[in-house]
Structures are given as C-alpha cells and as structure tokens.
C-alpha cells in the first residue's frame, strides 16, 4: 500500500525530495498521513504529519528545513528535505495516521534510506 522513494547519499546542506506511492485503496486527500524515520541504532521518530483537512505539523529536528506535501491526483505524499544534516542519516517511512496514532496501522513500506555525508 505505501511505496517510499527518492532517498540518496547526500552532502550535509544538500536536498532531497521523498515520495511515497499510496495504493488506490486509499485517498490520501481524505487521510491524515505521517512521515518517520529510523536512524541507527535509534527508535522509530516521528518527522511531520500532513492532515486531511491541511494542517501540517514537524518536529523540531525538522521545522523549517522539511515540507510535508501531497499530489492528491497522484495520491502521493512528499517530503522536501532541505539544508539536511548529518543526524538526518536514517531509512524514512510514510505511514497512514499521524503523530498519535500511526503506530495503528500495521502495513508498512520498505522505507527509504537518506544518508547525508562529505
């Protein structure tokens, strides 16, 4: 149901754009939707919730350096990464829900992996 891409080597200060492929099953424009990511040997975190209705919500690891964004057409979420970080090194996953409830939902992609490094 949830297909991530986009994720890469970059340099610190560099920029990516993540997307994740929902299937038909879902209308993204009706759901609240929620990017995590792993880092390693670090917990799942939460990164930025975009709900339904519009409001979008970040972490302050990532408020001002990341944008959560839809294409409801293409049913795809997005996750625009900018001046990225060292500490923003881990595999991203987009899931269903948001901050308070994703870990409902027990479908998940296979991530994917952002590693920024000179």
């Known amino acids: 149901q949830l297909m991530e891409s986009g994720g890469g080597l970059v340099q610190p200060g560099g920029s990516l754009r993540l997307s994740c492929a929902v299937s038909s099953e879902v209308t993204i424009a009706k759901t609240d939707m929620t990017w995590l990511r792993r880092g390693p040997g670090k917990e799942l975190e939460w990164v930025a919730d975009?709900?339904?209705?519009?409001?979008?919500a970040y972490s302050d690891a990532v408020r001002g350096r990341f944008t959560i964004s839809r294409d409801n057409d293409k049913n795809t979420l997005y996750l625009e990464m900018n001046n990225l970080e060292p500490d923003d090194t881990a595999i991203y996953y987009c899931?269903?829900?948001?901050?308070?409830?994703?870990?409902?939902?027990?479908?998940w992609g296979q991530g994917t992996q952002v590693t920024v490094s000179s």
């Open positions: 975009l709900l339904a209705r519009g409001p979008t």
């Open positions: 899931q269903l829900g948001h901050r308070g409830s994703w870990h409902t939902f027990p479908t």
